[in-house]
């Protein structure tokens, strides 16, 4: 049995992840039916149920409730066929239409949906002048960033300290006890403050490591918040009430 | 430009929805459809022919300045703007349903799908895409749902007539009324016992 709708053949026995391949049992059994090049009003039940069942096996699918379902439904029309019909009888339902009715029904929705997949594919691609959130907001997306990207913000970083001093010996570690004590003073005096109000213009990186972890750490023991509104804008620093109350 | 279509250019860039045309109307009491259409045109000629990084597009029930697509990969990576997420599979084929079966509860959807909606719905109301329209006259009164205008403008559609009507679809129902009668379909090749 060929697969198209997978990449690579998968042996027997082997562990399948596209679970998602079919969209439903109604899916399958039309790709079934177009691999096997079969008349949709006349469908070999037996043949169809045995590669739908295959199928099942192959993609794990043993316990989706739906897939059991219509293997059932395929079965009972089958032995509705094998019903002894009586000689002279006026008129005999196909017990197949209902399937065909169905089938045909979900292969015209399919048709459907590939114009509005294309439509919506179109229109995301453009922004409004306002897009105004609806609901809720849908998460953002990943960050993405190249390295050549993240090297010239550092480098960005870098230029903005005073004498980058590669050679001299710091004479101090990072005080992070001292910045604690700023940040605290400053707070003391002010509700809210930002990031540029704690490190000043012409700051060592010893003094910027230092101001950063003395916020995280007072952010911690929740003496303070910090809020960060837009990617890439200035760092908003509040006093918690909470953590004086403490 | 003339006044109109710069009071047009204007209404459009403050209003953050689709504006229809009889809409646009409301700007001006003196100006008739034919010279609203006419500023309208001119405006989009404008945007075409003078190269500008956004354009006038007819959808969703009327009409939005839209930045063009080439732009679209800048101003994500920048992080101003970010594009909602394409909707799965299962999704759209619960929106193609609902888009042509409108009003239609949730057991009549998953009777076409052949799985249970319950999860997706759910997820396209919270899209707005769609929402409870009606109520069903069968047992338990079942919620019946409909699409929405934020549907239209999400799929680039001036209205649903838009959609391919059923019989342009390559496969078409032979049945007349597929929408509501569930008519046994014509079944040719059937052996003689």
């Excluded at chain 1, 048709?111 to 179109?122: A, K, N, S, Y």
């Excluded at chain 2, 732009?71 to 594009?83: D, F, N, S």
């Excluded at chain 2, 919270?126 to 549907?151: I, N, Q």
Aim: hydrophobic share 45%; net charge negative.
């Amino acid at each position: 049995m060929t697969s198209p709708h997978q990449g690579a053949s998968v042996g027997q026995g082997s562990f399948v992840v596209e679970l998602t391949t079919f969209n439903g049992p109604l899916d399958l059994l039309l790709s079934l039916i177009r691999d096997e090049k079969v008349d949709i009003y006349d469908i070999p039940i037996a043949h169809i149920c045995k590669q739908f069942l295959a199928k099942m096996h192959e993609l794990a699918m043993n316990d989706a409730a739906d897939y059991l379902e219509m293997a059932a439904r395929l079965l009972r029309i089958k032995a509705q066929m094998l019903l002894p019909r009586h000689e002279g009888e006026v008129q005999w339902d196909d017990p197949r239409a209902e399937l065909v009715r169905r089938l045909l029904e979900y292969q015209q929705m399919r048709e459907v949906v590939d114009v509005l997949e294309r439509l919506g594919e179109d229109r995301r691609n453009r922004f409004a002048r306002a897009w105004t959130p609806t609901l809720s907001a849908p998460p953002q997306a990943p960050l993405a960033l190249s390295l050549a990207e993240l090297l010239v913000a550092v480098d960005r970083v870098i230029r903005s300290v005073k004498q980058p001093g590669v050679h001299d010996v710091v004479p101090r570690a990072i005080d992070v006890d001292g910045a604690i004590a700023i940040v605290r003073a400053l707070l003391a005096l002010r509700a809210s403050a930002r990031w540029r109000d704690v490190v000043r213009d012409d700051a060592e990186p010893w003094e910027v490591l230092s101001a950063l972890l003395a916020l995280l750490e007072l952010a911690r023991r929740s003496e303070l918040k910090l809020a960060q509104n837009r990617p890439f804008s200035d760092v908003e620093i509040r006093r918690e009430l909470a953590g004086e109350a403490a | 430009m003339n006044s109109l279509a710069k009071l047009l250019e204007a209404a459009l860039f403050a209003s953050p929805r689709p504006i229809p045309t009889d809409e646009l109307r409301a700007l001006d009491a003196d100006a008739s459809k034919a010279a609203v259409q006419s500023a309208l045109d001119e405006l989009r000629e404008h945007y075409n022919v003078d190269g500008h990084g956004v354009e006038l597009v007819e959808q969703g029930g009327g009409w939005q300045v839209l930045t063009r697509p080439e732009y679209t990969e800048a101003i994500e990576r920048a992080q101003m703007a970010v594009r909602p997420h394409r909707l799965s599979g299962a999704a759209l084929e619960t929106l193609a349903i609902i888009a042509y079966r409108q009003p239609i509860g949730r057991a009549d959807i998953a009777e076409i799908r052949g799985v249970d909606v319950g999860a997706i719905l759910k997820s396209l109301l919270e899209r707005g895409l769609v929402d409870v329209v009606a109520r069903g006259e069968g047992l338990g009164r079942p919620l019946l749902y409909g699409t929405t205008p934020l549907f239209l403008e999400q799929f680039a559609l001036r209205h649903l007539e838009e959609l391919p009507r059923i019989d342009e679809l390559s496969i078409a129902l032979r049945s007349s009324e597929p929408a509501t009668a569930p008519a046994t379909a014509p079944v040719p090749a059937v052996s003689a016992a």
